[in-house]
Structure formats: structure tokens, C-alpha cells
T-cell receptor, first 113, second 116 residues
Framework: EAGVTQFPSHSVIEKGQTVTLRCDPI?????LYWYRRVMGKEIKFLLHFVKESKQDESGMPNNRFLAERTGGTYSTLKVQPAELEDSGVYFC???????????FGPGTRLTVL | AQSVTQLGSHVSVSEGALVLLRCNYS??????LFWYVQYPNQGLQLLLK??????LVKGINGFEAEFKKSETSFHLTKPSAHMSDAAEYFCAVSDGPGNQGGKLIFGQGTELSVKP
């Protein structure tokens, strides 16, 4: 069974540009989570989808971040326009309904110059 | 609100020595507690978890942790460190399974080094 995959693994962009990160959860996992780790700090929750619905987006930093999960399968996280403080590693995780174990992807390292 | 504190951002042990990584949590509801490990250039991998029941939980690679409610702690231990244990370890807490939320609140992480 394939694990959680994320694309790209690395992204380097200029301040003001747009970047879209993609996450493909494990097949059949209705729960999908996005997290971010800024260098030197803890991993922080961004948002949670149940199927295609946003269950909790309390961790989204501001309206420059837009997450979607059309059809309840893969998810995208778009940052527009990117700022220097958006640099970090963005993790995606998925889990089955009623289960508490989350499976993590390898992360996307975003660098904003 | 929930929070997690990991004591020590870096821990160094000799091969064969006891590994002890400390984690204290704060939670207003019965917590679900987790330890994750991240090896270089990989995603987070679940080591073990506590939800309900037995307070001593065993995980993969010889690790175990004990939930102590009175001390609000969930320390991770391994009797004998191996070189392959060198990684970053994260303690996390959540308020329940995915249908009830389930977002993870992480500690700052502890980098474990193992000396030969």
C-alpha cells in the first residue's frame, strides 16, 4: 500500500510568487491534515479536512494560504503571495475515520527568497 | 487547550546506554498521546501511542512509554541505544480520533545522538 506522498519535495521561490503544494493521502483515508514546521520551531497544525470539507482551519496563518480537497482525494495548499516567513517544511498526514493514528508524508521544504 | 513540552532539544547517549526522552503535556480532556520519530530526509513515523487502557505502551524498535496522569508525563525510553536510533523525536497530544478533530499538538522535538 502506498504511503502519503507530497509534491514537490523542495521548492525555492521569490517573495511575492505563488506556490502550490500537493498531498496525496493513503487511499481510503477520509481525514487529511496539513502541518508546518518553521526552522527552529515546533510542528504546527494548519488545517484538517474530512473528505472534501474543512473540519478545522484554525491553524491557517492568514488569507494568503488556501487549501482545497476537491473530490475528497488529494489536497493542495496554495500560498499567494509568498512571504519570507512562509519558509519551512510543510507536512501532510492522513488517517482513517474514527482512527487516531496519522500517517505522514515526507514533507515539502519551501524556501522563500 | 492542549500543549506539549519536551525537555531537552538535544540528547546524546552512548551506544548501549539507556535512552530517556522527556515529555510533559497539558490537556483539559483525557489526552491521546503519541511519539513520532523522523529520520533524515523522511516523514514522521509513529513509534507508539496511548489512548486508553494500559498505561505502559510498547512501540516499534524496542521503545516504550508510560502514561502518568498524576505527573502529566509521557516519557519515552529504550533500555539500550543503537546507532540507528539517531533521529529527531516528537511527542504529541490530541483530543481524540479524526472524526472528533484529532489534530496533533507537537512538542519542540528532541534530537537524539548516539555515540559509538
Amino acid at each position: 500500500e502506498a504511503g502519503v506522498t507530497q509534491f514537490p519535495s523542495h521548492s525555492v521561490i521569490e517573495k511575492g510568487q505563488t506556490v502550490t503544494l500537493r498531498c496525496d493521502p493513503i487511499s481510503g483515508h477520509d481525514n487529511l491534515y496539513w502541518y508546518r514546521r518553521v526552522m527552529g520551531k515546533e510542528i504546527k497544525f494548519l488545517l484538517h479536512f474530512v473528505k472534501e470539507s474543512k473540519q478545522d482551519e484554525s491553524g491557517m496563518p492568514n488569507n494568503r494560504f488556501l487549501a482545497e480537497r476537491t473530490g475528497g482525494t488529494y489536497s493542495t495548499l496554495k500560498v499567494q503571495p509568498a512571504e519570507l516567513e512562509d519558509s519551512g517544511v510543510y507536512f501532510c498526514a492522513s488517517s482513517q475515520v474514527f482512527r487516531n493514528e496519522q500517517f505522514f508524508g515526507p514533507g515539502t521544504r519551501l524556501t522563500v527568497l | 487547550a492542549q500543549s506539549v513540552t519536551q525537555l531537552g532539544s538535544h540528547v546524546s547517549v552512548s551506544e548501549g546506554a539507556l535512552v530517556l526522552l522527556r515529555c510533559n503535556y497539558s490537556s483539559s480532556v483525557p489526552p491521546y498521546l503519541f511519539w513520532y520519530v523522523q529520520y533524515p530526509n523522511q516523514g514522521l513515523q509513529l513509534l507508539l501511542k496511548y489512548t486508553t487502557g494500559a498505561t505502559l505502551v510498547k512501540g516499534i524498535n524496542g521503545f516504550e512509554a508510560e502514561f502518568k496522569k498524576s505527573e502529566t508525563s509521557f516519557h519515552l525510553t529504550k533500555p539500550s541505544a543503537h546507532m540507528s536510533d539517531a533521529a529527531e523525536y516528537f511527542c504529541a497530544v490530541s483530543d481524540g480520533p479524526g472524526n472528533q478533530g484529532g489534530k496533533l499538538i507537537f512538542g519542540q522535538g528532541t534530537e537524539l545522538s548516539v555515540k559509538p
